[in-house]
């Protein structure tokens, strides 16, 4: 089984920036794509970004256009998820999720999760 890492969350005011990782054990890694989901304090989990295995595609949902940006560093075997001008309500659990598929809810290995708290 896949084991995923996130790290990079914290607390920032609103309009600030974080950047979060998300770190595979092994090499596998670099022929998944990947997905970052959040958990909310509502405990629903929502998609926020994924990117292809050649990081040619990705898609995000409509909070996080023009704000986040998903990349992945196949060195590092590690995927990204730059976060801009943060929200309150941006705040949840990051998870980040692989191999992503949109067709099989919950599919693949999961990370713990990193903490994004965002307030003034």
């Known amino acids: 089984q896949l084991q995923l890492e996130e790290s990079g969350g914290g607390a920032v005011q609103p309009g600030g920036s974080l950047i979060l990782a998300c770190t595979a054990s092994?090499?596998?890694?670099?022929?998944?794509?990947t997905g970052w989901f959040r958990r909310t304090s509502e405990n629903e989990r929502e998609f926020v970004a994924a990117i292809g295995w050649t990081a040619d595609s990705t898609s995000y949902n409509y909070f996080a256009k023009d704000r986040f940006t998903i990349s992945r560093h196949e060195d590092k075997n590690t995927v990204y998820l730059h976060m801009n001008n943060l929200k309150p309500e941006d705040t949840a659990v990051y998870i980040c999720?692989?191999?992503?598929?949109?067709?099989?809810?919950?599919?693949?290995?999961w990370g713990q999760g990193t903490q994004v708290t965002v307030s003034a």
């Open positions: 999720n692989a191999p992503y598929t949109d067709s099989i809810p919950g599919y693949g290995a």
């Open positions: 092994d090499s596998r890694f670099r022929d998944y794509a």
